[in-house]
């Protein structure tokens, strides 16, 4: 009797252990947002790389959050019209998305490959909300994904205005995210 209830103890216990691991939420401080506005005249871009980040690797659940003045441009001078001028930092000091992955179950986070990822959810910058949909991908390397993908905004669907936009800063903005978890 007493060896019965240790093997169904240690089947319980092991079952516990596979669904606290399946149900595991990666997590990072140190991920990448590059974004590129450039227009005809001047090359506009910044990286920001203190991103922090989570996801639920059974629900597909994703959260990611940035500073706007963690964005670093070459030239300082652009770094302060950025933050002041256009995406007023004082007043809208981060911008986030938090939303899913929509076909989290092709993803195999137990075995080293790439995937594609279907994203939706609601990015908000410069205090406006707004629904997106892209896809990007992730690569899985000994139990540690790492998240890559590029879309598109336009700043005006934003309420981002300015002088410039339209002339040295373009209208859509390409946005990067590369962001590797820690398990």
Request: charged share 20%; with cysteine.
């Amino acid at each position: 009797m007493k060896t019965m209830f240790k093997i169904l103890a240690s089947v319980i216990f092991i079952g516990f252990a596979t669904q606290i691991n399946a149900q595991k939420v990666f997590s990072t401080k140190s991920g990448q947002l590059l974004f590129n506005a450039s227009g005809g005249i001047e090359t506009i871009a910044a990286v920001n790389n203190q991103v922090d980040s989570k996801l639920a690797s059974a629900t597909g659940q994703f959260v990611i959050a940035a500073l706007v003045k963690g964005f670093k441009f070459e030239n300082q001078l652009m770094e302060d019209h950025f933050n002041e001028n256009y995406m007023e930092s004082t007043k809208f000091p981060s911008s986030d998305f938090k939303g899913y992955i929509t076909n989290i179950k092709d993803i195999d986070f137990s075995k080293d490959g790439t995937y594609t990822a279907n994203f939706d959810g609601n990015l908000t910058i410069h205090g406006v909300v707004q629904k997106v949909t892209t896809k990007g991908q992730i690569k899985v390397k000994q139990g540690k994904p790492t998240i890559s993908g590029e879309f598109s905004i336009k700043l005006k669907d934003y309420g981002i205005s300015g002088s410039y936009i339209g002339d040295k800063i373009a209208g859509v903005v390409t946005i990067r995210v590369n962001c590797t978890y820690q398990n």
